[in-house]
């Protein structure tokens, strides 16, 4: 009998452990849940006696890893800073790994102990990372199978509130981690386009936002996402004129999220200064960037109220992210939006063409979001696939392999997360 575990049940594992339950039961495995708050894994879970519930603080080692042991199969949605605690264990245990993150360097360095072991890690395994690298290389691999030649590569993916749940001026609610919502950007961005590297600071992301459209919806906006040269190589497109991955946002965002981050408040390092006690006080800085256009954003957050600041916030953005959590909450009967939008040129047989791949969810409620759908579903996918002998890899990986993305985007499509194309000759272009 397979034993997974899942740790953490946070605000994106909704739909994960909906899917882990049933599958469960369809295959015979067992299923344990572990999170600092035991009632939200009860909540989540219904109660089910078909799950393990455990309350746990992940870095006591004896706790975590008796779980860790006892599993075949580890997936990790915790904080990304938390993932390499269990990494470590699986190593020492010798059990398969998944996580929606990034892939952390430290994790990547356990490349060979991983391969010893006959183990698969798989990272980057969600929505942005994860579909948008399958959907991607299954575009790319058939482009080249065909004998084609990509010049530019465009991938943009967002998390947004659905249009009949719009009624903010930020046209933006809380669907995932606030925490990396504050945070978003912070490192900068590297990118490609016609032939040059650009490099374009914290501070720059969000002005002057470039934007795309997608059938069926207003314009949307888009900034440039992380380092995307790093995919240059794992998507085999070193030599392409353009490489850029972006976020999603509306316009309105943009504009109201730059003055933001021109007037530091988003800054998780500094404490507050003791005789800041409001929120008045506390968004001063932001005074000089206001204009009409994002002012009606800043009053939405209520940056300029007399309102007293709680006491247990250090840091600006913990200002900040309380102001999002409260201020940009999703009612129960809200639904999110998941927009992807893949852009790709490419030569073939003396033509120039365009690849237009999107993807549009929108989820059931404040709970069965749909970015917890998107996240959750390709994570729970690959741990069945894995357990049930389909994918036998080993070793640290990302899904850009066919072994993992045809059988995983294949279950996403029946699911109804399914992507639609259009293939438009590049001569046309200019002239719709």
Same mark, same amino acid.
């Given at each position: 009998m397979k034993h997974i575990v899942l740790f953490g049940a946070g605000k994106s594992a909704t739909v994960l452990i909906d899917y882990l339950l049933a599958e469960s039961t369809a295959n015979d495995w067992t299923l344990t849940i572990a999170d600092a708050d035991l009632q939200q894994v009860l909540e989540k879970t219904k109660h089910s006696p078909l799950a393990a519930a455990v #309350?746990?603080?992940?870095?006591?080692?004896?706790?975590?890893?008796?779980?860790?042991?006892?599993?075949?199969?580890?997936?990790?949605?915790?904080?990304? &800073?938390?993932?390499?605690?269990?990494?470590?264990?699986?190593?020492?245990?010798?059990?398969?790994?998944?996580?929606?993150?990034?892939?952390?360097?430290a994790i990547k360095a356990l490349q060979s102990k991983i391969e010893d072991k006959k183990i698969l890690f798989l990272c980057e395994m969600g929505l942005d990372p994860g579909i948008d690298h399958m959907s991607a290389m299954k575009i790319l691999d058939t482009i080249r199978l065909a004998g084609g030649k990509v010049t530019s590569f465009k991938s943009h993916c967002g998390g947004l509130i659905a249009p009949e749940s719009d009624d903010n001026p930020w046209h933006y609610k809380i669907s995932w981690n606030p925490r990396n919502v504050v945070l978003a950007g912070k490192a900068g961005a590297t990118y490609k386009r016609d032939g040059l590297v650009h490099q374009q600071p914290y501070q720059e992301l969000f002005q002057r936002c470039a934007e795309i459209r997608v059938d069926g919806l207003p314009s949307l906006a888009i900034y440039p996402n992380r380092d995307s040269l790093t995919y240059l190589p794992l998507y085999v497109?070193?030599?392409?004129?353009?490489?850029?991955?972006?976020?999603?946002?509306?316009?309105e965002y943009c /504009?109201?999220?730059? !003055?933001?981050?021109? /007037?530091?408040?988003?800054?998780?390092?500094?404490l507050l200064p003791g005789e800041i006690s409001t929120i008045k006080e506390w968004a001063t800085p932001i005074l000089?960037?206001?204009? !009409? &256009? =994002?002012?009606?954003?800043?009053?939405?957050?209520?940056?300029?109220?007399?309102?007293?600041?709680?006491? =247990?916030?250090?840091?600006?953005?913990?200002?900040?992210?309380?102001?999002?959590?409260?201020?940009?909450?999703?009612?129960?009967?809200?639904?999110?939006?998941?927009?992807?939008?893949?852009?790709?040129?490419?030569?073939?047989? #003396?033509?120039?063409?365009?690849?237009?791949?999107?993807?549009?969810?929108? #989820?059931?409620?404040?709970?069965?979001?749909?970015? !917890?759908?998107?996240? #959750?579903?390709?994570?729970?996918?690959?741990?069945?696939?894995?357990? =049930?002998?389909?994918?036998?890899?080993?070793?640290?990986?990302?899904?850009?392999?066919?072994?993992?993305?045809?059988?995983?985007?294949?279950?996403?499509? !029946?699911?109804?997360?399914?992507?639609?194309?259009?293939?438009?000759?590049?001569?046309?272009?200019?002239?719709?």
């Open positions: #309350g746990i603080d992940i870095t006591n080692y004896l706790q975590r890893s008796e779980l860790v042991e006892q599993a075949d199969l580890v997936i990790s949605m915790m904080p990304p &800073a938390l993932h390499y605690l269990l990494a470590a264990d699986c190593v020492k245990f010798g059990k398969h790994l998944l996580t929606a993150s990034y892939l952390d360097p497109l070193e030599d392409v004129q353009t490489f850029v991955r972006t976020t999603i946002r509306y316009p /504009a109201g999220w730059d !003055a933001i981050i021109q /007037a530091g408040l988003t800054d998780d390092q500094a000089p960037f206001v204009t !009409a &256009a =994002n002012k009606p954003l800043l009053e939405f957050l209520d940056l300029f109220s007399d309102q007293m600041l709680p006491s =247990n916030l250090k840091t600006s953005a913990d200002v900040l992210q309380w102001l999002l959590e409260t201020r940009l909450v999703m009612k129960a009967t809200d639904k999110d939006m998941i927009v992807m939008l893949h852009e790709i040129e490419y030569v073939s047989a #003396g033509e120039t063409r365009k690849i237009e791949s999107s993807l549009v969810v929108r #989820g059931e409620d404040h709970l069965r979001t749909a970015m !917890a759908k998107t996240v #959750g579903l390709p994570l729970g996918i690959a741990a069945k696939l894995i357990l =049930n002998g389909t994918i036998t890899l080993t070793g640290v990986h990302i899904p850009i392999l066919q072994e993992i993305y045809e059988p995983v985007l294949a279950e996403l499509e !029946a699911a109804g997360i399914c992507f639609s194309e259009k293939n438009i000759l590049k001569s046309s272009l200019s002239n719709s």
